[in-house]
Nanobody, 120 residues
């Protein structure tokens, strides 16, 4: 099976920057879509950004211009560069990946999450 794991969360001041990483591991045939979600206390999990195998990206309106999603397929890794962070960006950020672990068998995996917290 395929696992995905996030890293890079932490405390950040408003206006600061942080980069999150998500690495997929295990038996991987191909990775199609990758996405970042986030969840704040008392709120539902929401899509932050996604990127498909062709590199086409999509962002939530609240993070457009400030966040950039990217992927390095050679490393089975996805990134989220977050700039101009706001207090409302405080959340647990989750990585999601889906693809194939054999030519015909699909996987869809969630990471455990990494906390991003406004330091004020």
């Amino acid at each position: 099976q395929v696992q995905v794991a996030e890293s890079g969360g932490g405390l950040v001041q408003p206006g600061g920057s942080l980069e999150l990483s998500c690495e997929a591991s295990g038996r991987i045939f191909s990775i199609n879509a990758l996405a970042w979600y986030r969840q704040s206390p008392g709120k539902e999990r929401e899509l932050v950004a996604n990127i498909n195998s062709g590199g086409v990206t999509n962002y939530a309106e609240s993070v457009k211009v400030r966040f950039t999603i990217s992927r390095k397929d050679a490393r089975n890794t996805m990134y989220l560069q977050m700039n101009s962070l706001k207090p409302e960006d405080t959340a647990v950020y989750y990585c999601f990946g889906e693809g194939y672990y054999t030519e015909k068998r699909r996987f869809a995996s969630w990471g455990q999450g990494t906390q991003v917290t406004d330091s004020t």
